[in-house]
Nanobody, 124 residues
């Protein structure tokens, strides 16, 4: 299983980006793709997850209403639309393949495979 993130960059507060997670390999062996972010010097935290079959989504309270996770099954790609970015959103964003639904889908321990991340910088 391989996951490759892209779409990061520098934006001003209030800006938007669309992050992509391209998957390959035995991805169907895993039921959930999660998005995480890790700010410098801080722990990795879950922000959103999506089930690959039903498309069921779950969001952390801190991003609900601003972030949207979606999937394109034909392209084997999962997206994270990030809107209304705040300076505290500066982090490396990772996608991962694993298990877990609901709040469990935001736990790093539920995931087996990780991408290398894409950096998002929010600054004026």
């Amino acid at each position: 299983v391989q996951l490759v993130e892209s779409g990061g960059g520098s934006v001003q507060p209030g800006g938007s980006l669309r992050l992509s997670c391209a998957t390959s390999g035995a991805i169907l062996d895993y039921s959930v793709i999660g998005w995480f972010r890790q700010a410098p010097g801080k722990e990795r935290v879950g922000v959103a997850s999506i089930s690959l079959t039903e498309g069921r989504t779950y969001y952390a309270a801190s991003v609900k209403g601003r972030f949207t996770v979606s999937r394109d099954r034909a392209r084997n790609t999962v997206y994270l639309q990030v809107n209304s970015l705040k300076p505290e959103g500066t982090a490396t964003y990772y996608c991962a393949a694993g298990e877990g639904s609901g709040v469990a889908g935001l736990l790093p321990s539920m995931y087996n495979y990780w991408g290398r991340g894409t950096l998002v910088t929010v600054s004026s």
